[in-house]
């Protein structure tokens, strides 16, 4: 019989961002107070599971939020660049709707094709590497649980994707709330379930950031 393995995707928990700025892969930015309590509490929620792995992207808001939870496991964390956020072009500005960086004609013809999308990494390709590190996670804790800590638009492109539905998308409407999880379910090497829970509550999906 094929062993059961869940595989936890879990966003990271709120960072601080005064500026508001799409912040993306720059370095430095930390969890907030608010952030710290989220980790916090998702660590709580899955302190009776038979988590055996945790890894996280290299950015510091997602190894701060796998901390805890590696902690009450008593295992290291580990950290895996396909988790990491994606590639965007926008970096460092402010990017809300009405605001910032998209009323300005300079960066309008990033904006040409929003279905690959042309302003940054293809949804394709962050699908097909977010599937690489879940895999490599499934082998690592087959029979048991993993958690693999990463970013909004990857976890949401890759369930899409997991889901047989198109990849590019409103992100109005992303089911991938502040450290939500996003579990896929695996018997032996077949993904046959996806639950999705918010353990520290539900948040806005269009919230600056990643």
């Not at 393995?5 to 907030?32: A, M």
């Not at 805890?68 to 072009?89: F, G, K, M, S």
Request: charged residues 25%.
């Amino acid at each position: 019989m094929s062993e059961t393995t869940i595989v936890h995707l879990l966003r990271h928990g709120e960072v601080h961002n005064p500026d508001k700025i799409l912040y993306g892969r720059l370095p430095g930015f930390k969890l907030s107070d608010r952030g710290q309590r989220q980790a916090l509490t998702v660590a709580e929620a899955v302190a009776t599971h038979d988590i055996t792995h945790v890894v996280a992207s290299p950015l510091q808001r997602a190894q701060e939020t796998a901390a805890p939870i590696a902690a009450a496991h008593r295992l290291d964390v580990e950290t895996d660049e396909r988790l990491i956020e994606a590639d965007n072009q926008f970096e460092g500005e402010r990017v809300a709707v009405g605001d910032g960086a998209l009323r300005q004609p300079k960066h309008w013809p990033k904006l040409v094709n929003p279905f690959r999308p042309s302003w940054g990494e293809p949804y394709v390709e962050i699908a097909h590497r977010m599937l690489g590190a879940i895999h490599r996670a499934r082998r690592t804790a087959e029979g048991h649980e993993a958690l693999c800590v990463s970013h909004q638009l990857p976890i949401w492109t890759v369930r899409r994707f997991l889901e047989a539905k198109r990849l590019w998308h409103d992100p109005r409407n992303r089911q991938c709330s502040l450290a939500s999880l996003t579990s896929l379910v695996f018997e032996g090497e077949e993904l046959v379930r996806i639950v999705y829970s918010e353990p520290a509550g539900t948040t806005d999906p269009k919230v600056t950031g990643a």
